[in-house]
């Protein structure tokens, strides 16, 4: 089973081990340093907020350079402090157990790749992290907890580095991939929905693309069609302004600004909530919202293999004129008798056909799904058959 939902979680196996080394060894934490680190996690599970909302706050005004890199309306939210501080948390609680690391390393490695992160922008993080913790914490941190910390900050850098120096090195020897940026012309704009466009992005270079991997993205949006050597096609949910939540600063102007014909800048594509290609068993696509774009990559990549791999695809919107790519699906449907489908509305309008706008009334949830993981691992799927994608902050 493949879920994503209008959230980001990515559920990742097969992380190099070595990963979770220093490639210089310098920076090994000894076993006291361990120690406070992990005795102060409770801290950090209650002043985390706040160490991480100082750092963000701190470092943006510092270094205003680094904005392009954080999505700005998820600061004002609050929602990428939390989501760092509990990260951080998770670091400090697993510092004997790295191991236990291994998704979110491949989940953040993975969009740091697709912004381009350098390592010498690892110690202007660990500089003001630091710092915020000090002006947070006050007296209640003494030297050697810093010095602790410290450690720390550079035994998590250098995992990043190394893993995030291994998919570059795999980017630049795939055919037709490359690091850092790449021009790309809007080649063709089009609105799938009340709130979606979709971009053909082709390569100004007129040079040949990689053959990506269906479920990755370049630069955090999805790819939603199959890989063909000649374009890229993102689809764009514009994100309006709604009671404290702030419009979607990117989307927006995808949306609004970027006509076709403009040049683009666009990372590799990267990402590691994919589709095993290599495989005939049974798919089950699970999306909700805008969620379907990497969906419709995979499920567009299985009908063109020419597989007849069973494919159930089951989708959820709140109404018609936000459903994206129906007609594509339906089309799919009508010329591949070994796919099927299972459309939700949350709320009907006058004209829904069931059958064919729609197949069912209600809506998909996170806990559903997280209890339909555990149903399916007590009836013997194995867990790393299942993978799940929420999109947000991380």
Not at 155 to 161: G, V
Not at 228 to 243: M, P, Q
Request: proline share 6%; net charge neutral; aromatic share 8%.
């Amino acid at each position: 089973m493949i879920a994503r939902l209008g959230f980001r979680r990515i559920t990742a196996t097969g992380l190099r081990c070595r990963a979770f080394h220093s490639s210089s060894g310098m920076f090994a934490l000894s076993q006291r340093q361990m120690e406070i680190v992990k005795s102060t996690a409770p801290v950090l599970a209650d002043h985390g907020i706040a160490i991480t909302s100082h750092f963000y706050k701190s470092m943006l005004q510092n270094r205003p350079e680094l904005k392009n890199i954080f999505n700005i309306a998820n600061q004002e939210t609050g929602a990428q402090p939390a989501a760092l501080a509990h990260a951080v948390w998770a670091y400090a609680s697993n510092i004997d157990n790295l191991g236990a690391l291994t998704t979110a390393v491949s989940r953040i490695g993975n969009r740091h790749a697709s912004l381009g992160i350098t390592p010498d922008q690892y110690p202007i993080v660990g500089e003001h992290l630091l710092a915020s913790i000090k002006e947070i914490l006050g007296d209640a941190v003494d030297e050697p907890v810093l010095d602790a910390w410290r450690a720390a900050y550079q035994q998590l850098a250098d995992i990043f580095i190394d893993f995030e120096k291994d998919l570059y090195d795999k980017a630049i020897h795939t055919p037709g991939g490359w690091n850092g940026w790449r021009q790309f012309k809007v080649a063709r704009k089009l609105r799938e929905s009340g709130e979606i466009i979709s971009f053909h992005l082709a390569p100004s270079d007129g040079k040949a693309l990689p053959a990506f991997t269906p479920g990755q993205f370049p630069r955090q949006y999805s790819l939603s069609d199959f890989p063909n050597g000649d374009h890229f096609r993102i689809s764009v949910k514009r994100e309006f302004a709604a009671a404290s939540k702030p419009a979607g600063r990117i989307s927006n102007v995808l949306h609004e600004t970027i006509p076709e014909g403009s040049l683009l800048d666009v990372s590799m594509p990267y990402g590691d909530f994919t589709l095993d290609i290599n495989t005939d068993t049974p798919v089950v696509l699970i999306s909700g919202g805008v969620g379907l774009t990497p969906m419709m990559s995979m499920l567009k990549t299985i009908v063109e293999q020419g597989k007849s791999r069973p494919v159930l695809f089951i989708h959820a919107v709140r109404n018609r004129s936000v459903h994206a790519m129906n007609s594509d699906l339906t089309k799919i449907i009508s010329q591949n008798p070994q796919v099927s489908r299972m459309v939700f509305y949350e709320e009907l309008t006058p004209g829904d056909v069931k059958g064919f706008d729609y197949d069912y009334v209600g809506r998909i949830n996170v806990k559903d799904l997280k209890d339909k993981q555990q149903d399916l691992e007590s009836l013997g799927v194995p867990p790393e058959r299942i993978h799940s994608e929420v999109f947000g902050a991380s």
